[in-house]
């Protein structure tokens, strides 16, 4: 098993749709949960940084942590077609900076 | 701010030449940059972690005399792959940690390498 599990996608909505993108862990000691959007042949973006759990929200991007069932989520709220994109999870344990990614979701949005 | 920029974006070379890789932080002053890999639909591998003035720490499987890493200043590390090979062809990406936010890791672009 894999320390954090993505679901590679594709997937695929309308523009408007409100999608979730999900990440589940293993590792019970990881603290810091980060998303990145990552368009094709670029390097990943920083969207959302998270400590513990809860909701940290940032116009129409809402990240969601459950360290007790060890689940990160994404929201984005009105998808746009420039939202479309691979968004990978990272999460790192406290002092140590070297976070450990998913493999990434690809995610399409049509007009 | 907090950019890291790459460069060559691409570089095509010939089997068994070496290829130099550049990454700055052309804002902010890195002590530590970070060096992945990156095949077709896969996530990044980290391949080394660097300090500035210190050797680079390599993760497991990877050939340190094979990817060499320098880092010689706050704002520039270098990876270099020696004697290439059709399977080192892949998307190498930089990152770089700004102090004070260790958690915060700033890309840079990319650089495709082909090695024909």
């Known amino acids: 098993q894999k320390e954090v599990e993505q679901d590679p996608g594709p997937l695929s909505v309308p523009e408007g749709a409100i999608v979730s993108l999900n990440c589940t862990y293993s590792?019970?000691?990881?603290?810091?949960f980060m998303w990145y959007r990552q368009y094709s042949r670029k390097g990943p973006e920083l969207l959302m940084y998270?400590?513990?759990?809860g909701n940290k929200e940032d116009g129409r991007f809402t990240a969601q942590v459950d360290k007790s069932s060890k689940y990160i989520s994404l929201f984005i709220r009105d998808s746009q077609p420039s939202d479309s994109a691979t968004y990978l999870c990272a999460m790192n344990q406290g002092g140590s900076y070297i976070p450990t990614f998913g493999r990434g979701t690809s995610l399409i949005v049509h007009p | 701010g907090a950019v890291v920029s790459q460069h060559p974006s691409w570089v095509i070379c010939k089997s068994g030449t070496s290829v130099k890789i550049e990454c700055r932080s052309l804002d902010f002053q890195a002590t530590t940059m970070f060096w992945y890999r990156q095949f077709p639909k896969q996530s990044l591998m980290l391949m080394a972690t660097?300090?500035?003035?210190?050797?680079?720490?390599?993760e497991q499987g990877v050939e340190k005399d094979k990817f060499l890493i320098n880092h010689a200043s706050l704002t520039l590390s270098t990876l270099t792959v020696t004697s290439a090979h059709p399977e080192d062809s892949s998307f190498y990406i930089c990152?770089?940690?700004?102090?004070?936010?260790?958690?915060?890791?700033?890309f840079g672009p990319g650089t495709r390498l082909t090695v024909l």
């Open positions: 990152s770089a940690r700004a102090h004070p936010s260790p958690n915060e890791q700033f």
């Open positions: 590792n019970s000691a990881f603290q810091y």
């Open positions: 998270t400590y513990s759990s």
């Open positions: 660097s300090n500035e003035g210190s050797k680079a720490t390599y």
